[in-house]
C-alpha cells in the first residue's frame, strides 16, 4: 500500500501501515503534551516490534522465513508457507512456542530495562504508581528518558498480559486452541471458541465496570462477537 514504511531487521521483512501511526497517536494524545505523545508513539513502535520479533525469530528457528507487519490493531508475524515442508513448527508444541515468543520477548525488554536501571545505580529510585502497578518510576522528577523507559515497560507488560489471555486471535487464544485439541481433538476447537468468548466478555465488563475504559470494553466486546460468531459457524459446519 502507498505510504507504507518497509525495512528489514535482522533480515526479516518488517511492514508498517500509516494506520499504525494514527492509532498510536489517537492512543497518545490525551497528554497533550507534543513530546509526550511523540514519546508514546516511539515506545509503543519498539514494544510492539520486539513482541513480534519474538515470534518471528522462534518461526525463523523452526525454518520458516518470517515478515511482520504493524497494523492499526497492533501486529502480525506470518510465514511464506513455500518454506515450511516438513518443519517441526507446525506441530501443536511448536505452535504454543512461537504464540508464547512474543509475549516473552517484551517481558524481556522490561525485564533488562529494570536491570539497566539498577545497575546504573538508581535502584532505589524504583516504585511503581499506577492501579495496574505496572510503571516504574526511576526519579522523583521523571525526564523524558525516564518517560520513554516507562511507557515501553508499560506497554511490553501489559501488552504481553493482554496477548496471554484465551481470546482469539490473540497468543492466548492461539496457545488455549492448540493446548484443548490435544486434550479433546473432537471438541478442542469449540471449546477454545467458547472459551474465548467467556473470557473476552469478562474483559468487556472489566473494562466498562472497574476501568471505565470506553477502548477496552470495545476492543473486547468485538473480539467477544467475533469468537462468537466463529463458534456459531464452526458448529454450524460440525453438527456433532
Same mark, same amino acid.
Given at each position: 500500500?502507498?505510504?507504507?514504511?518497509?525495512?528489514?531487521?535482522?533480515?526479516?521483512?518488517?511492514?508498517?501501515?500509516?494506520?499504525?501511526?494514527?492509532?498510536?497517536?489517537?492512543?497518545?494524545?490525551?497528554?497533550?503534551?507534543?513530546?509526550?505523545?511523540?514519546?508514546?508513539?516511539?515506545?509503543?513502535?519498539?514494544?510492539?516490534?520486539?513482541?513480534?520479533?519474538?515470534?518471528?525469530?522462534?518461526?525463523?528457528?523452526?525454518?520458516?522465513?518470517?515478515?511482520?507487519?504493524?497494523?492499526?490493531?497492533?501486529?502480525?508475524?506470518?510465514?511464506?508457507?513455500?518454506?515450511?515442508?516438513?518443519?517441526?513448527?507446525?506441530?501443536?508444541?511448536?505452535?504454543?512456542?512461537? $504464540?508464547?515468543?512474543?509475549?516473552?520477548?517484551?517481558?524481556?525488554?522490561?525485564?533488562?530495562?529494570?536491570?539497566?536501571?539498577?545497575?546504573?545505580?538508581?535502584?532505589?529510585?524504583?516504585?511503581?504508581?499506577?492501579?495496574?502497578?505496572?510503571?516504574?518510576?526511576? $526519579?522523583?522528577?521523571?525526564?523524558?528518558?525516564?518517560?520513554?523507559?516507562?511507557?515501553?515497560?508499560?506497554?511490553?507488560?501489559?501488552?504481553?498480559?493482554?496477548?496471554?489471555?484465551?481470546?482469539?486471535?490473540?497468543?492466548?487464544?492461539?496457545?488455549?486452541?492448540?493446548?484443548?485439541?490435544?486434550?479433546?481433538?473432537?471438541?478442542?476447537?469449540?471449546?477454545?471458541?467458547?472459551?474465548?468468548?467467556?473470557?473476552?466478555?469478562?474483559?468487556?465488563?472489566?473494562?466498562?465496570?472497574?476501568?471505565?475504559?470506553?477502548?477496552?470494553?470495545?476492543?473486547?466486546?468485538?473480539?467477544?462477537?467475533?469468537?462468537?460468531?466463529?463458534?456459531?459457524?464452526?458448529?454450524?459446519?460440525?453438527?456433532?
Amino acid at each position: 500500500m502507498q505510504g507504507d514504511l518497509r525495512f528489514q531487521i535482522f533480515g526479516i521483512p518488517v511492514r508498517i501501515h500509516p494506520f499504525f501511526w494514527l492509532v498510536a497517536l489517537l492512543l497518545g494524545y490525551r497528554s497533550g503534551d507534543p513530546a509526550s505523545v511523540l514519546i508514546w508513539v516511539v515506545a509503543l513502535f519498539l514494544s510492539i516490534l520486539v513482541h513480534e520479533l519474538g515470534h518471528a525469530m522462534a518461526m525463523r528457528a523452526y525454518g520458516f522465513r518470517p515478515w511482520i507487519t504493524l497494523y492499526g490493531l497492533g501486529g502480525l508475524t506470518g510465514c511464506d508457507q513455500a518454506y515450511s515442508h516438513r518443519s517441526r513448527g507446525s506441530e501443536s508444541l511448536g505452535q504454543i512456542l512461537i $504464540s508464547a515468543a512474543g509475549p516473552a520477548a517484551g517481558f524481556l525488554l522490561a525485564a533488562l530495562l529494570l536491570l539497566g536501571v539498577v545497575l546504573a545505580g538508581h535502584g532505589e529510585n524504583i516504585f511503581f504508581d499506577t492501579p495496574l502497578g505496572l510503571t516504574p518510576v526511576v $526519579s522523583p522528577q521523571v525526564t523524558r528518558i525516564d518517560e520513554l523507559l516507562n511507557s515501553v515497560f508499560f506497554i511490553c507488560v501489559l501488552w504481553g498480559l493482554v496477548n496471554l489471555l484465551p481470546i482469539y486471535p490473540l497468543d492466548g487464544g492461539q496457545i488455549a486452541r492448540e493446548v484443548l485439541l490435544n486434550l479433546s481433538p473432537r471438541d478442542g476447537i469449540r471449546s477454545s471458541l467458547t472459551l474465548s468468548v467467556l473470557a473476552a466478555g469478562a474483559m468487556a465488563l472489566v473494562g466498562l465496570v472497574l476501568w471505565k475504559s470506553f477502548f477496552v470494553t470495545l476492543m473486547f466486546g468485538y473480539l467477544a462477537y467475533a469468537s462468537f460468531a466463529a463458534l456459531q459457524a464452526y458448529s454450524g459446519r460440525n453438527p456433532w
